[in-house]
């Protein structure tokens, strides 16, 4: 199998540095072209970039030229667009690459809840992908767009597929503590956080509050039911570097035993896994024993990022029916650059690419 | 009215240094003896003491000569004692000092669950105070202890009080963010805790569940009816130094309409501020409109620290019953010293001291 | 005496907030105007300020009504202008109201390197004041610019103070650790600083080289002489919220004695100590014995922010000659605005307003 | 060659941690011991751990049953030990160990100014391990003990190297920010440092000033000439997790050119290099030309943290006789187990092991 072309666009940003990290070594993927602003455009990469964390960057991307995002008629012998680009510009550019026969793989947050527009968590609902055939034919293109969700509602959809597995839910009420890098890198003012909490962040919940139910819905005759648990969140801004922290409470519809959810998670394969993708960790979910796991410092980069990893398992006092745990997960690999190359390979496993 | 002479307990810790500030121009109450561990007994109090945040201590008080805590066998000029001391020394000590006639304000946690010691949040259960005389018979001494509460049950009782004038609460769900102050000095390794979270306060998450429902319980016929609301809690502890935020998500028995909470909030007194008391905020409460308050470094002062902050009063999406808002207070002051304080105040007023 | 009436430029900032604090409580300003970007231009200062700690407006200031700096073609009845507004602004609008006969002290760094321009720490070089006159003289207006000095040169320059009054100074090395808040509110990206140091800032040493000669210079002949000690500066910022630490390593002319110095520094006053100045601290110089001080969470507010914080004052081992200290000063008070305000009442005192 | 056998003294400790963690890949050396102190012994080495940084360890390591440190009288089938222990206790351990045969490399700071007992950093004063034969001889046993040196001075005297190699220095001033990291796990409460600074490390400074000298000296007839320039150091801690960054000023006995300084600091390697051994990075300083490079979030694990990374070199204004610069290390592998590590590749390549 020859390499496929991957174009990064927005490849100067927090998640495009991730897609560029991740897709450097990956045995599918070649980039071959990078987008980013106008100011970036005309540069080498190299140059362009300014890294977030330190990486050592391989000779041959850092040469290639930026090209300006703004522009993109022109025609690209790519076979992927990865997007990691602000909602305002991604809803021009994303949906004119699609029309013209481009695949595109999008973090940016616009079309997510477009009813043909599937948001994967590859081992979460990949028979969503089905949506892909209906967008095609309703758009009348070749091309297509798949979404990755919001960042902390990958995190909680993968923490709750092995729990629906085993029982239905009622409704969930999640906490958040999400760090800076969430916010981009200029996001958030160092007088705004350092040694602070900012209770709120704008139009986070309302996102995982619709996209949840779209990622863990009932796909059924080329709908998507959403489903059918409330769900509540309230999201704070910590002063953490990476690695989204989530409180979970959960009402099931029947009694449930917090032993056999957390054996359920860690047992939990999806898709990806069994398929043996490149970026698949070996399990998506890493179950810590000890009371004070998960810690962003300690687990943000459990399984390259790819793993998220969950603790405190535990039902609680008032019933049976409630179950409460901790997840954390990494908001830049599994919330962003890591869920879209792991979509592009199950893309590609399924001759969508 | 003469002043009562007040005596500390744990003086050099970090609530013992609370107590002394507030104390120490307090227009009831004078400092006349400092206890402390072993290492500190003997020496000057400004010697012993190592100030967590910058404060000019008054010269009478600093020229006190800490007295050890372990020896409690002398007697005593002094009206009433401030206890802030580990529970392991408060088991043996409190207990002493009560029967040998002496009254003891505790902020520490053991006995909260006594059947006879009250805990007190003046503005919210000042009727239990009716306890201390059912104490005094049982145990036939005329000394008593009384409790303040868990500090983050403090905040929260604090701020679910005027909710319960307005509906009765089915449950409630319950995520901190305690502030590091929390643990002590010496509690929290930096290494531990710097651009961390840690999901886990060790036996944090119990006090709660069970001092909130004796908090709010009635007292009825000589005992406390704990209150009949289901409560769930998960305990964080984040990189902030003082204030504890807290994600609050309550579920009433019928609906409940945001803007009467909030109003109910904002305009509730009790009988602390009735009555004027020196130590009693203004408004116990503060609601603030802005969606991203409130904060800890913004708003942990409110009111010399005596004031909670409350923000973003909303109902949620699956239920009128369901309502969600965030609360913080200052886990010294209103969570610790100056309850304390105030429920010496409220003592006085009732003739208890 | 009747209130002088104040006006303050960029009163919206950190520098103009800290000065909308320390005038709205002074004994001998009003404030009447506040001026800032056009974007608060016609708001009530209560709205489009964003305080960054919290602070509790006086009703009368929140209500006046924000002017847009960018026209100061009008004629206000004010006294005096505080100045705390980026050098670009301040370029063509600080001259423009000295031409128009109105005096200006500012905290913005261009002009202050003009020979007519006087930088003034008023316990360092008050004698410098004198300036003014010629730049009224020269410049054939009764409105002057007066400036406060860079924030790190301030503090360094009250400290050297006392020293050069002991002995003469050959060179001095300093290394210092600055706050975020000296970069205002939206200068530095959480992402950049949170656990990290940066160890750069752009033109602050330059600034701190240039003006403390000047500073400490000897005004003779209508000129000021540069000190003529060789000065090198490394900056460095640090996640600390306010307050800028210093490392100062001095080589005298002569031997001198650490203990010496040292009682040099806690007795030594100023002109505005002698002049019993509203916002002079009681003494400049605070010198802490114990081996751990001075530190930002604990010395920064000492004396409001007005006293710096000197510790560790020691010889070395190489020469008596050499003699190194810790200083730490609150770069938002005594490095700009408690500065600024100070540097009114001392031209009050000498009816230069 | 077969593998030398490594025992760990102190196991469980940071710099122990990064020991196994160094250790446990290398192509020389098998992990066969670890001790550390009483309640750790006798259990698995995985479950006495506590990892402070995520790390996944091999199996047949944390399968180690941790031996107690205190009782190192037994006979051991081991080639070298490594030494992270506490001074304290080093200092009957370790002479111990060595009067007994075995060859330790000691991260403790006992002993280090012993005539007989070389600190080596491998890149700069590999010539220092002829001490090794005086040890023996003057002690009349075969085993002996090798130092690191204090981290800073580690960082310190590799950026040295290469200057010397240019002139003669006749001064250097230094000023650090050292991470928390460097007092051990314990050693620092959140409280005291959670935005702040403490501008002292106690004997860090006179450690610092005592150990440059020698690590730089002559070794002549057999003794050490102590370095003959001037060295004055204040040291400051930092909120930052690992790396101590350094702020260096150059006193040189004749003019120097920074560009010059730069270019030597970049292209200088040393026998670790030449010799290729294993744990030795390609280069051991890195230049940065970015004016706000380096810094520790970025820098640290530069080349696995074996390099230091130095910025900002340039000449000062006083004279073209000083010079300043940057310079970061990480404190746990470039100033600890690295180059402990690192000494015993290199006493393996000269037959002492």
């Known amino acids: 199998m020859s390499k496929l072309k991957a174009a990064i666009i927005g490849a100067t940003g927090l998640v495009g540095q991730n897609l560029v990290k991740i897709l450097s070594k990956h045995p599918w993927f070649d980039v071959v072209s990078l987008f980013a602003s106008r100011k970036s455009a005309g540069k080498k990469y190299c140059e362009a970039v300014k890294w977030y964390r330190d990486y050592s960057l391989p000779d041959d991307i850092g040469e290639i030229r930026v090209e ?4 993109v008629e022109g025609s690209y012998d790519v076979d992927v667009f990865f997007s990691a680009i602000p909602s305002d510009i991604a809803t021009y550019i994303e949906p004119e690459l699609a029309r013209r026969g481009y695949v595109v793989i999008s973090d940016s947050s616009i079309y997510r809840m477009d009813d043909y527009v599937p948001i994967i968590i590859p081992e979460v609902n ?13 758009r009348n293109c070749s091309g297509f767009i798949v979404k990755t969700s919001n960042c902390t509602a990958a995190i909680l959809s993968l923490s709750l597929k092995p729990i629906l597995n085993l029982t239905r839910i ?11 890098s969430g916010a ?3 996001g958030l003012p160092s007088m705004a956080i350092l040694g602070n909490i900012i209770p709120y962040i704008e139009n986070e919940e309302e996102k995982i509050e619709q996209e949840l139910p779209k990622i863990l819905g ?38 449930i035993d917090a032993i056999n959810v957390a054996k359920a998670m860690e047992t939990f394969i999806g898709l990806p896994q069994k398929l ?12 810590r024993k000890e009371p004070d796991r998960p810690q962003p410092v300690l687990d943000k980069d459990a399984l390259n990022g790819m793993a998220i990893v969950v603790g405190r398992v535990r039902n609680d006092n008032i019933s049976k029916r409630y179950l409460k745990y901790v997840v954390l997960g990494n908001n830049m690999i599994r919330g962003a650059a890591g869920t879209a190359v792991l979509i592009a390979e199950i893309l590609r496993a399924y001759n969508f690419l």
Do not use: W
Not at 68 to 71: T, V
Not at 126 to 138: A, F, G, K, V, Y
Not at 276 to 287: H, K
């Open 218 to 255: 009932l796909f059924c005759n080329g709908k998507i039911l959403p489903a059918q648990f409330g769900i509540s969140v309230s999201c704070n801004r910590v002063p953490v570097y990476e690695g989204h922290m989530i409180n979970v409470f959960l009402e099931a519809k029947s009694e």
């Open 276 to 287: 043996n993708l490149p970026t698949a960790p070996q399990r998506p979910i890493i179950v």
């Open 170 to 180: 009622e409704r969930i009420i999640v906490s958040t503590m999400q760090s800076i």
């Open 126 to 138: 990949p028979d969503h992908l089905e949506l892909i055939n209906m967008q095609r034919t309703s």
């Open 68 to 71: 300006c995002m703004e522009n």
């Open 184 to 186: 981009g890198y200029l």
